[in-house]
């Protein structure tokens, strides 16, 4: 939808407001908003409240758009555990996209506890999300006695693999159907 910059704005004002009505259709207005509100909530993540902040992650992960890569990646390590779960989950949303970006960030693993923790929780929303068989060996190598050295060398494959197949439509055959051949 079309909004215009100051529609955009006072949606954002709102969102650090204490009216929890003014602050659901102010999330719905953004979310709904047409790709300029995306660069408005990555500026409204600049400390000015945390509740703001934390309104305006949960919205970017929302609408997924892939301007907010890097504004997530970053939010992984926000002081605020909400923020970090709303970035983790906006990487999630991103898919494919997010997962590379995971996996670089992981082909170099001396990353922050915060981070890596953040990282797992992407890995394991994409594993539920139709990415299972490439990241399996990853989150398997953030339980081996040498993580250090087994989660770069997976995530370095992982990102090397092609996407996971598409499941193939089957269509019956003679035998399947019960008929001969």
């Given at each position: 939808m079309k909004s215009?910059?100051?529609e955009i704005l006072r949606a954002i004002r709102a969102l650090g407001g204490?009216?929890?009505?003014?602050?659901?259709?102010?999330?719905?207005?953004?979310?709904?908003?047409?790709?300029?509100a995306t660069?408005?909530?990555?500026?409204?993540?600049?400390p000015p409240s945390e509740r703001t902040r934390r309104e305006a992650i949960k919205i970017l992960a929302h609408r997924a758009d892939p301007e907010s890569l890097e504004t997530f990646v970053t939010c992984l390590e926000d002081q605020d555990s909400a923020c970090r779960w709303h970035a983790a989950e906006?990487?999630?949303?991103?898919?494919?996209?997010?997962?590379?970006?995971?996996l670089e960030l992981l082909e170099t693993y001396p990353g922050t506890d915060t981070l890596?923790?953040?990282a797992h929780h992407?890995?394991?929303?994409?594993?539920a999300n139709g990415y299972r068989s490439l990241v399996a060996p990853v989150l398997q190598a953030f339980q081996s006695t040498t993580p250090q050295i087994d989660v770069p060398a997976a995530a370095s494959h992982a990102r090397l693999a092609?996407?996971?197949?598409?499941?193939?439509?089957?269509?019956p055959t003679e035998e399947t159907r019960g008929g001969t051949t």
């Open positions: 215009s910059q100051a204490d009216d929890l009505e003014a602050r659901l259709a102010a999330r719905k207005t953004l979310e709904s908003a047409d790709q300029a660069w408005h909530l990555i500026q409204a993540l600049a906006g990487l999630v949303a991103l898919g494919r996209i997010g997962l590379d970006r995971i890596l923790r953040g992407v890995l394991q929303g994409l594993a092609p996407p996971p197949a598409e499941r193939a439509t089957e269509r």
